[in-house]
């Protein structure tokens, strides 16, 4: 099974080239890294030919390397991370890129493919919604778990744990009404790090929520 994970990546370095900022089989799978630039180009090739064939996007997800591992994280603070399918050549594939950004106050942007997967749409509303991602060209990009009037994006690893405002529902004016937060900021869960391979060098675990 190896051999054959490595023979997607040597056929994905043959065909991108320089197009990959890396690729390497990490974690039981093979993991293309992407400068932005070449996202939908990638994207689009990879879904169409035969030789690929990835016509399922299963999963995407962001995340926040802001507290990643023992010492500080030095590259981009946040990436998006996309799950590939392959049904015709039963393979899998895991894409990643990472936004820039130009200020601590700016928000991360990629390109959206809503477009070449369709069940893209509510995946990048739900990593919009949790992380600040934005995804230029999306259809329909507003909150997907959040109530609309939700303050800051609560997966990020620097949301406070009580939130930044109370909601309830006031029965004298018939309506949810936002207050401050009335109790106190406290951490009751201890940051852990688990010496796995998730901390080795060059290897991070891109599926799920990364809460530190």
């Given at each position: 099974m190896s051999d054959v994970k490595q023979d997607l990546a040597?056929?994905?370095?043959?065909?991108?080239?320089?197009s990959l900022a890396g690729c390497r089989v990490a974690v039981g799978e093979?993991?293309?890294?992407?400068?932005?630039?070449?996202?939908?180009?990638?994207?689009?090739a990879l879904r169409?030919?035969?030789?690929?064939?990835?016509e399922q996007l299963i999963d995407l997800c962001g995340v926040d390397y802001l507290e990643y591992g023992e010492t500080p994280w030095q590259g981009p603070r946040f990436a998006v991370v996309y799950?590939?399918?392959?049904?015709?050549?039963?393979?899998?594939?895991?894409?990643?890129?990472?936004?820039?950004?130009?200020?601590s106050d700016d928000m991360p942007r990629v390109d959206s493919v809503a477009d070449i997967w369709n069940a893209a749409?509510?995946?990048?509303?739900?990593?919009?919604?949790?992380?600040?991602?934005l995804f230029d060209g999306h259809p329909d990009l507003r909150r997907l778990l959040t109530d609309y009037g939700f303050i800051g994006h609560p997966f990020r690893k620097d949301f406070p744990l009580i939130g930044n405002?109370?909601?309830?529902?006031?029965?004298?004016?018939?309506?949810?009404v936002y207050e401050p937060v009335s109790i106190e900021p406290r951490i009751l869960v201890p940051r852990v790090i688990r010496h796995d391979n998730r901390y080795e060098?060059?290897?991070s675990s891109d599926k799920g929520v990364k809460r530190g």
């Amino acid at each position: 099974m190896s051999d054959v994970k490595q023979d997607l990546a040597n056929a994905l370095q043959a065909r991108f080239g320089d197009s990959l900022a890396g690729c390497r089989v990490a974690v039981g799978e093979v993991t293309v890294q992407l400068p932005c630039e070449k996202l939908r180009e990638v994207c689009m090739a990879l879904r169409d030919e035969p030789e690929f064939s990835f016509e399922q996007l299963i999963d995407l997800c962001g995340v926040d390397y802001l507290e990643y591992g023992e010492t500080p994280w030095q590259g981009p603070r946040f990436a998006v991370v996309y799950h590939l399918l392959s049904v015709k050549n039963n393979q899998r594939l895991r894409l990643k890129v990472f936004p820039p950004l130009i200020s601590s106050d700016d928000m991360p942007r990629v390109d959206s493919v809503a477009d070449i997967w369709n069940a893209a749409n509510w995946y990048e509303r739900e990593a919009f919604d949790l992380f600040g991602i934005l995804f230029d060209g999306h259809p329909d990009l507003r909150r997907l778990l959040t109530d609309y009037g939700f303050i800051g994006h609560p997966f990020r690893k620097d949301f406070p744990l009580i939130g930044n405002v109370e909601m309830r529902y006031d029965p004298h004016k018939k309506r949810v009404v936002y207050e401050p937060v009335s109790i106190e900021p406290r951490i009751l869960v201890p940051r852990v790090i688990r010496h796995d391979n998730r901390y080795e060098e060059g290897v991070s675990s891109d599926k799920g929520v990364k809460r530190g």
